[in-house]
């Protein structure tokens, strides 16, 4: 399984304009496509960060695709008043005690490992963080992307609603520190979201 992320950081006051265009005409379109699973997006509405994110069958499914969404990736992003950045990911990690209702939240790291040491820092997600995440109030869902040319990798973590986002934030910085040493993980950013569409259709990866 694949993913491609678009990040865009939008002036805040166009957020909510956005996140309409792309539930009711960027979704319909994508989920459409061929080898299509699905899209979540993610907002940000104090910094305007926004992260749309396909998923799709396989990377050919994907690839295909890149050229018919670019005018469309413009579009959107000309809406928002930001430029596209766009990512392409291996979906390494997903895993979901239960699907995210209104009101979740989710809280991304990107880290960076030497590309040799990627598969080592998988296993250290899957058999370390995800059984202690499981562990904290309001889990719903994990999940695991991985670039493994340049070592680049995020995580996802929901939780189901802002309170419990709130309630883990001190137990989920003690647990990035102690998986990114024994993964070898440099971390390059740590935020917090409003999950704003919940449609990845994405099986259990573990």
């Known amino acids: 399984m694949y993913a491609r992320s678009t990040t865009i950081n939008a002036a805040p006051a166009s957020i909510d304009a956005g996140v309409a265009r792309v539930r009711d005409e960027v979704m319909p379109m994508l989920t459409g496509m061929d080898g299509c699973i699905g899209l979540s997006m993610l907002v940000d509405r104090k910094s305007g960060r926004c992260i749309t994110t396909s998923a799709w069958q396989s990377e050919e499914a994907m690839r295909a695709t890149n050229e018919a969404l670019q005018p469309i990736r413009e579009r959107i992003a000309a809406e928002l008043g930001g430029s596209p950045m766009v ?10 005690d239960h699907r995210s209702t209104a009101g979740a939240c989710v809280r991304a790291t990107w880290v960076k490992v030497d590309p040799a040491n990627l598969d080592r820092a998988i296993d250290v997600y899957k058999l370390a963080s995800l059984p ?3 562990d904290l109030a309001g889990f719903c869902s994990a999940s695991l992307l991985v670039d493994r040319e340049s070592g680049r990798a995020v ?6 609603s802002q309170e419990t986002l709130d309630g883990s934030r001190e137990a989920a910085a003690s647990m990035r520190a102690s998986t990114a040493k024994d993964a070898g993980a440099e971390m390059v950013d740590v935020g917090e979201f409003e999950l704003a569409i919940a449609h990845l259709r994405v099986p259990e990866l573990t």
């Open 87 to 96: 990512q392409e990911w291996e979906i390494a990690v997903l895993h979901r």
């Open 155 to 160: 995580s996802s973590v929901t939780y189901d």
């Open 132 to 134: 202690r995440l499981e």
